[in-house]
């Protein structure tokens, strides 16, 4: 539930040098959606006051994530060059509401039920901490009688300091009178030349304010600060993807070899078997998906998939079965059968139609894709090739090995093939002359 007397900030202006990639930090997926995109999504089901900090590739940040929650969100961008760190991406920073939740873009796993208890809390400012012994990449924080003293960034610790398991979570809440107070005293005295938010608590510190720890599961508050850290925030938050989903009634086998992203959905009775991949917006309804297929957005629905098929995008199929080693693309099938090794593209393919192995639709010349519709009862022999654009009416028969380049009528059997040619012994006479010369 909304709660309409927080505001909260996302910072999301680092470019992530440990990525080792020209992609801003924040824009790297894990299971088919940015970062950033999960840190929005967890507050905005808190407060409709969310503002993010862009710097680097700010206009491509924003553009990506308007395309998920349009004018929901504000948009700050940090002075980078003047003001780096994380207290320059507040400088300008005019909240809302009394109370304002800091989180950083990069955490991924972060969810609604961790920042809810920033909320209940009374402080002057509350943060969270991680006990862990795996420290690296994070600032350490002295903490006695349930109050933080001090926090230390990881980079200016003294080695003493680097010794402690106490963590610094990254996630902070101010009212918004300390933000007012303290942001325009931060100094950049430190080996980044960097303006600390942590600072802020070191000023409110002195000044005897109360500053309250929340101890909060690691492997939520986990950063990503390179690929190490982003597949194992991947491999997380697919589980709780599958989790859900079994939890919902899907039936899978094997789920460590399984695949879903976040958008995808599923409805009614499912079985996914092992080493199957399921990517993007896609759909699945009644079906049973076969080992090691691959469904990119796609629609199936009351059919059975693979094994080792592969849909790609806006494929729609019903109440279909497709066998191994067959490809569709952006085709809509109903009640066909395509048993083997096909490649089926760009088509329209009705009721009661069966496709041979072998079968492939040419849509590709070159410059342009093209349509290739087939009717209703269909019966399409092995190794056949349709050069499309063409139509194929209802009831037809295209015998095996056929070529067919032009519309077929309704009821018509079609067939292509060469004269066959025999001679008798050239495998001998052939071999005999090749050996003498």
């Known amino acids: 539930m909304k709660n309409t007397s927080l505001s909260i900030i996302i910072l999301a202006a680092g470019k992530g040098k440990r990525m080792q990639s020209q992609t801003p930090k924040v824009l790297h997926k894990i299971c088919g959606r940015e970062m950033l995109y999960f840190s929005i999504k967890e507050a905005l089901k808190l407060s409709d006051d969310v503002s993010i900090v862009v710097g680097f590739e700010a206009k491509k940040i924003q553009a990506k994530m308007k395309e998920y929650f349009d004018n929901n969100i504000v948009f700050l961008e940090q002075d980078l060059k003047n003001y780096p760190g994380t207290g320059g991406a507040l400088k300008n920073y005019h909240p809302k509401y009394q109370k304002v939740l800091v989180l950083n873009g990069d955490m991924p796993l972060i969810q609604s039920e961790d920042l809810e208890k920033f909320v209940s809390i009374q402080s002057d400012i509350i943060m969270s901490v991680l006990d862990s012994p795996n420290t690296y990449g994070y600032g350490r924080v002295v903490i006695n009688n349930e109050e933080v003293l001090e926090i230390i960034e990881e980079k200016d610790a003294s080695a003493e300091i680097l010794n402690l398991s106490t963590l610094n979570g990254g996630i902070y809440c101010f009212s918004k009178s300390i933000l007012e107070d303290y942001l325009p005293k931060l100094q950049n005295n430190n080996a980044q030349k960097e303006y600390y938010l942590t600072d802020v608590i070191s000023l409110a510190k002195k000044d005897s304010k109360k500053i309250t720890p929340i101890y909060g599961k690691i492997e939520n508050f986990k950063g990503v600060n390179d690929k190490l850290d982003l597949a194992k925030a991947e491999e997380i938050l697919g589980n709780r993807i599958k989790e859900y989903w079994l939890k919902k009634g899907v039936r899978m086998n094997l789920i460590n070899t399984i695949y879903i992203e976040d958008s ?23 079906s049973h998906i076969k080992a090691h297929s691959i469904i990119e957005s796609s629609i199936i629905e009351n059919s059975d998939i693979g094994p080792l098929a592969h849909l790609r995008p806006q494929s729609i199929l019903k109440k279909t079965h497709i066998g191994n080693f067959v490809e569709i693309k952006k085709s809509t099938l109903s009640g066909v059968k395509a048993g083997h090794l096909s490649y089926i593209g760009d088509s329209e393919i009705d009721i009661g139609t069966n496709i041979g192995a072998g079968f492939i639709t040419c849509n590709y010349d070159g410059r342009d894709k093209h349509l290739t519709k087939i009717g209703k009862n269909v019966f399409i022999g092995s190794d056949t090739q349709v050069v499309s654009p063409i139509c194929i009416e209802d009831n037809c028969i295209i015998g095996a090995g056929s070529t067919v380049r032009k519309d077929i009528k309704e009821g018509e059997l079609f067939l292509t093939r060469g004269e066959e040619v025999r001679k008798k012994g050239f495998f001998y006479d052939f071999f005999k002359k090749k050996s003498i010369e």
């Open 264 to 286: 995808v959905t599923f409805e009614g009775e499912c079985v996914i078997e092992n080493g199957v991949s399921i990517y993007g917006d896609s759909k699945i309804i009644n």
